[in-house]
């Protein structure tokens, strides 16, 4: 079924071979930087990863190239070879219609917003990214300009990171979950932390730890690997070779293990696509929020629940003794503890897309100029008041924590949100082929890992994400599920 | 002094950046692969460096490169530019006079053999390999043909490896020091392995071990790193990324510490050019041979001496708290000891040569056809029984033993000796600036390395090796240096 049969077709993949070995390079550079790399050699491997990237858009934007490209797209296709061009046809939109000065202008900006934001956090003041972030806001305007769209600026940058979504979705989306999550969280919010998040634990025993419980899930050692880094990222690099890192508070064990089985997630998504797709641009995850609901799916879905507790108690108190004073309740209670607090990535299940809807919102009044720059920490700070109850309490855990805007990256925050609730709906599109709590219970993910790599992984970037979640849930994106799945799992009824 | 001027030069480095970055990519695969790669990433990776090397070649063969190389040539330069062209025109040689077919066959024929090799070499069995030797030397002599050669196709080979060097000059360099290292070596070889290599030590002390002497010789953490190998090697990723394997076995622990101060010569040498030469074809070691003399200089010229034994000896006590029982004679003694036996890569000071000068006379015979493929293993043995009176109980340690014959190497061997040759050379021209015995009983290393730096390291490979060495000595290569220093060392009077 998955062959490419078209002789354009045959003539673009050959050609796109170089582009995919690009990518696989600056993917293992980009893995390097993060793991192992010395650290006096940033910038010479700043001029390495931009040359790179220049050639890829040299190679893409070749008039050879594109006149095949443009010529695939009027043949008649196999469900393969039209992916392959819909998905080339999409990254080179962005190449064709912003002009190349612009894109460079952007990276300029960028490089040093990126500097600029790291002093301003240390310092935690605004005033010191001010500037940089008011350019990139006009600069991504600008962008959203010459990309076009039908009826919000936003949406041209939503489909750079979530192809086809729409602002009018994101606001569905929201309106649909804000209201019942805040009911959940009026209910179960708690205002102390919870007690096992000042538990010290030992390194070694954590990593043992993570180890056996990635074995258990069906982490493929052959393929892949894991290391530390300063913040835990999952870097597909090739089909064959897909690497996660982790991290290593000196207390909170949740922190280390959450992260491991999040990264989990991403890392089967990255290894999972049929072997037809390699080295063609179909190879890897379609798009972040599919990513994102792969990861969510068995950090929160399978392993924040009573039943992962009980099948992983006794492997938990082997490596971390001083649980065997606390019961699969008590554990299971720090696991899904919620608390509104003023940083993102902290953020428990319940509280997460407050922070993600304050973000939007925030992007499309910067966007729309209903917010400017030096008006935003304090709109970040009445937002968060609004919907958590809570004021940072300076801008380093307010405005300035997220590294997004300082990259460029507007329009990337509610593919955050769309990977949590994807996650409950694809749940419960597995629950009608098999019993998810029983197979947790019974530790067989092997099944659970099948479903979604045949409903999920191994199509690759062949259909578009919407397309591919009404495959595989049978029905478009439905934030009810999540709704039912938060409500379930933390209204006190 | 070191400007590039020419507007010609600057267009040929706007274009060889891009090769500089694949290059750079490239190297980082390779040392990932030896390193972190997860094992089943093997096939991919494959493909991701065959399209680079690709990518690599293709650039450097477009005609309008290859135009601006050969204009250049015929411009007034000053040394740097020379320099740049000089390496660009060697490096073109080869893909502009071999034939991209015959470039292609032996890249075939180069894989199937490194398979063959393996297992011929696990079964201890060169019938598996012959073949496959067979068709590299015929595949090899064709190259040689179309390269071009004054006197000797091997002539064409020593030149890939080490710019400019001859038959002729192998053959005077082995027979200055044939005679006097067989007279040395009868005089001082042991029958007997020394006790020492017996001792089983811990490995995370001798981590640390290694880690104090390297920091103690001024190994550069902020741009170089130490990880382990099956191999130890040197890989220099960018001029501000160097990067050091070693080995720890369960015994013999000087094999884990020269070998890592062996490295270290290499990566001093790498991240050593002068910042002017960065991105340039000029940036990086000069030839293997000369690559090899800085390993061995710090290997052998300074550490495998009383005075290193003595500034390091409570250093090494520290870590290796079974050393106190042996005096810094003994350890000495150890570090010096001279006993033949079939393995090159442990050979000692004294018996390595002629390891060398058995693989150059067996290569130029295979050329010659003075020698079948099949009559290699007696060859081999006849050989090993004359320089060294021992016979290899097996193919394996015999004529199996080296990887670079599969890999097509045939002219990088001597290489090994000019490496050995050099480092004496270079210490003798060291010591009319500095006393170096003092430096290192004093760990006053940082002059030595500053000497290498400004007489050999910051001049990369702008001036041929050649040319190189007499700047760097005051004359043209002379192994007398070697046999005096052996002599000096070794020899019972």
Redesign the interface.
């Known amino acids: 079924m998955f062959t490419v049969e078209s002789p354009t077709l045959h003539k673009i993949l050959s050609t796109y071979?170089?582009v995919?070995?690009?990518s696989?390079?600056?993917a293992?550079?980009d893995w390097?930087y993060e793991t192992?790399?010395?650290?006096?050699?940033a910038?010479?491997?700043g001029?390495?990863e931009a040359?790179?990237t220049a050639?890829i858009q040299e190679l893409f934007l070749s008039n050879d190239f594109r006149r095949l490209v443009h010529r695939a797209e009027k043949e008649d296709l196999n469900d393969l070879e039209r992916g392959i061009v819909r998905v080339l046809l999409h990254d080179l939109k962005y190449y064709e219609r912003v002009p190349r000065e612009v894109i460079e202008e952007r990276e300029r900006i960028v490089n040093r917003a990126k500097i600029a934001w790291r002093t301003a956090k240390e310092k935690a003041d605004f005033k010191l990214f001010a500037s940089h972030l008011q350019r990139i806001v006009d600069i991504t305007r600008k962008i959203a300009e010459y990309l076009g769209y039908e009826n919000h600026p936003y949406d041209a940058l939503l489909d750079l990171y979530e192809e086809g979504l729409k602002k009018n979705d994101v606001e569905r989306m929201f309106s649909t979950i804000r209201d019942p999550l805040r009911r959940v969280l009026r209910e179960v919010a708690q205002e102390a932390p919870h007690p096992l998040e000042f538990k010290p634990y030992c390194r070694e025993a954590m990593e043992s730890l993570n180890r056996e419980i990635l074995d258990t899930l069906g982490f493929?050692?052959?393929?892949?690997?894991v290391?530390t880094s300063a913040h835990p990222f999952t870097e597909g690099?090739?089909?064959?070779?897909v690497?996660i890192t982790t991290w290593y508070h000196p207390k909170d064990f949740k922190r280390s293990l959450f992260a491991t089985i999040h990264e989990f997630g991403h890392a089967v998504y990255d290894v999972g696509s049929d072997p037809a797709l390699?080295?063609t641009p179909v190879q890897g995850g379609v798009s972040l929020g599919v990513h994102e609901s792969q990861s969510r799916f068995w950090e929160n879905v399978i392993a924040r629940t009573p039943t992962f507790v009980r099948a992983f108690f006794d492997t938990m108190t082997k490596y971390l003794p001083f649980l065997r004073r606390y019961s699969e309740e008590e554990i299971y209670t720090y696991f899904t503890w919620v608390r509104p607090q003023p940083i993102r990535v902290e953020a428990d299940e319940v509280t997460y897309n407050f922070h993600i809807m304050l973000r939007f919102e925030l992007e499309v009044d910067l966007l729309d100029e209903n917010v400017t720059v030096n008006e935003l920490p304090l709109a970040w700070n009445e937002k968060m008041e609004k919907y958590l109850g809570i004021v940072p309490k300076n801008d380093a855990e307010g405005v300035l924590q997220d590294i997004h805007w300082s990259m460029g990256s507007i329009g990337y925050f509610p593919t955050y949100s769309i990977g949590n609730i994807l996650a409950a709906q694809i749940a419960s599109a597995m629950e009608k082929d098999l019993d998810l709590q029983k197979a947790i219970e019974e530790r067989r993910f092997g099944e659970i890992l099948n479903w979604l790599r045949a409903h999920i992984h191994r199509w690759g970037r062949v259909y578009p994400p919407r397309e591919l979640i009404r495959r595989a849930t049978g029905e478009e994106m439905n934030p009810e599920y999540f709704v039912r799945y938060i409500r379930k799992k933390y209204a006190r009824v």
């Open positions: 071979k170089k995919w070995a690009l696989y390079a600056s293992l550079l390097d192992y790399m010395p650290r006096g050699a910038k010479e491997r001029e390495v040359t790179i050639m493929d050692w052959v393929h892949m690997r290391d690099i090739g089909l064959y070779d690497r390699w080295m």
